[in-house]
Every structure is written in C-alpha cells, then in structure tokens.
C-alpha cells in the first residue's frame, strides 16, 4: 500500500513558483478508470523532463508517468491529491536555473530524519548554485545542481545517514579572580584543563580552581539536562540543559544550551553565574563557552568549559 502526503520544504535558493505554465494544463480526453483519476500534461520551461520524471516516479504516491522530450512535457495519471503533490514537487524542480549541466537526484534516508538532514546538507551546498528540498512522506532530499554539488550531497548523506550516535559531554566550571592573582595556578588544575588555564590567565582570570566537573551521556538530536550541589550548609547549585546535534562538518557536534550557577542557603538562592550560548565544536576538544566576573564578590570570576566525546 503506497503512502500518501507530500510534504516538500525548500531551505536554499528555492523559489515556490505562484504561478507556472504547467499549473492548469490538463489533457482534452480524461481516460481515467475513476472519476476521481485524471491525465494531466505539465509542460516544463526549465528543467529537464526525463530528469523530473524519474523524481516523480520515485514519489510515495499511486500515479504513472511518462515523459515528452519533444515537447518537453509530462503525462501523469493520478487522483486530485496526487496532482496537487506533483504540481507542489513542480514548482521546486521546474525553477529557473542559469547552469544547463544541473539536475535533480533524489537521495532517500535510512535512518535521519529528512528535514533535518536536508539542513545538514543544505550548509555545505549552499555555496553553490543549488537547491535543497525534502519529501517527508518518502523521507528523501531532493538536490538540484551539477555533479559536483549532487555528490557533496551525497557524501554528506552517506556520512550522517546512520544510527544516532551516543556522545558524553563533559563540563568544568572554574573559578578564580580578576586581575590581582598568580598566574601559575593552572599547575592546580587537571593536566587536560592547564593549556585553557593559562589561555585565561592571559586574559586576567588567574588564581582558578576546579569547582565542578560534570559529564553527562546523550544521544545525537536530543535534549539533555543535568545538575549538582557543592557545599553544606551554604551550597553552590550548578544546573545546565539544553540540546545536541551533530553537525555539517566530519566529527563535530552543534550544542546549545543553558548553564547557570547559584548561591542556595536559608535566605533563597542568588544567581552568581550564567551562560547561553551555542557553538560547533570537535569532538574531543576543550572549549570554553563563557568566562565572566561572578556575583558573588568584587573581584570573583568564573568560567565554563565543554568538552563533546
């Protein structure tokens, strides 16, 4: 039993066409076996009919199609639903276009979702003459472009479209002072935080100590939280969230989150230090998201580090 529904979202150089030659042409004779199934001829000004046919037939859709070079057309036998999918596919695919060596590949998923993959590969193709679609119903990207940009796609494709990844983000808040302090105090810190150390101590953070360390595991394309207290009976509460994707680039990870640090005692809670921020990083490398004056005395300061494994 084939699926019905299209749902086709264009995220680069895409240009929804209101109004198209092919929009109402419709065949004199109507041979269909229903009333509810017509023939109708599209007639294409820009892009290559045998190229367009062969996307449609891949479409999750009960429709036929056979293609006119002559005339540069295409005969599709379907219901009213089935027309309006092809007509909303048209529009994408039947835009004008200035390189005559472009076409349209349909690369189908396995396992990421295809809205999301198409952003992924949307960043990379984009520097190129191309457009980037999705077909959530057959959970495929639609490229248009020559065939240097259709087989970056596809590698990009090739590369995320796998099981989702379980990653370990690790993070250290540090705190120490501004400006009157040592600067050898990274000797203090574990040996894989000393190099960020000493980069802050250039910057005025001196005199850091390791306050928190906190790891949590996450699966790519998902939310993630975590907490934890430090002290009795005045204690630090340290809370981060937020989410992780994996990103374009080979072995790297696109994080966003929320990280904020408070005083909790008899008297409530008082914030002292707080981040929001996304970022790209590699992963297995230490990265330092924010480091700023804390509020909890004149001269305190606090940072935060992230390392994504």
């Known amino acids: ?35 509810k199934e017509t023939i109708r001829v599209y007639r294409l000004t820009e892009a290559d009919c045998k190229s367009v046919g062969g996307v449609l037939a891949e479409l999750p859709i009960p429709l036929s199609v056979s293609v006119d070079p002559s005339t540069q057309s295409l005969v599709v036998y379907a219901d009213h639903d089935g027309h309006q999918q092809v007509e909303q596919l048209l529009a994408q695919l039947d835009a004008p276009i200035r390189d005559r060596d472009e076409r349209t590949e349909f690369l189908p998923l396995s396992f990421r979702d295809a809205e999301e993959a198409a952003i992924l590969v949307s960043q990379v193709v984009s520097r190129r003459r191309s457009r980037v679609a999705f077909d959530a119903a057959s959970q495929s990207i639609i490229v248009t472009g020559t065939d240097s940009t259709i087989e970056a796609a596809r590698k990009i494709v090739s590369r995320i479209d796998k099981p989702r990844r379980a990653l370990t983000l690790s993070f250290f808040f540090v705190q120490g002072v501004v400006g009157d302090g040592s600067d050898d105090s990274a000797d203090e810190l574990p040996e894989d935080l000393r190099g960020i150390a000493r980069s802050l101590a250039k910057s005025g953070f001196m005199d850091l100590t390791l306050l928190a360390p906190m790891t949590t595991a996450v699966q790519e394309d998902s939310e993630f939280s975590t907490s934890g207290y430090l002290g009795d009976p005045t204690r630090l509460q340290f809370e981060i969230e937020g989410d992780v994707h994996e990103s374009a680039m080979a072995e790297s990870a696109r994080v966003t989150l929320a990280a904020a640090v408070k005083y909790v005692g008899g008297e409530g809670s008082k914030l002292v230090f707080s981040v929001e921020t996304s970022l790209t990083t590699n992963l297995g490398d230490y990265v330092v998201l924010a480091a700023a004056p804390a509020q909890n005395g004149e001269n305190q300061a606090m940072a935060l580090i992230v390392r994504v494994d």
């Open 1 to 35: 039993m084939l699926i019905r529904g299209w749902a086709l979202t264009t995220l680069t150089l895409g240009v929804l066409l209101a109004t198209a030659p092919w929009a109402n042409a419709q065949a004199p004779g109507d041979r269909a076996g229903t009333e």
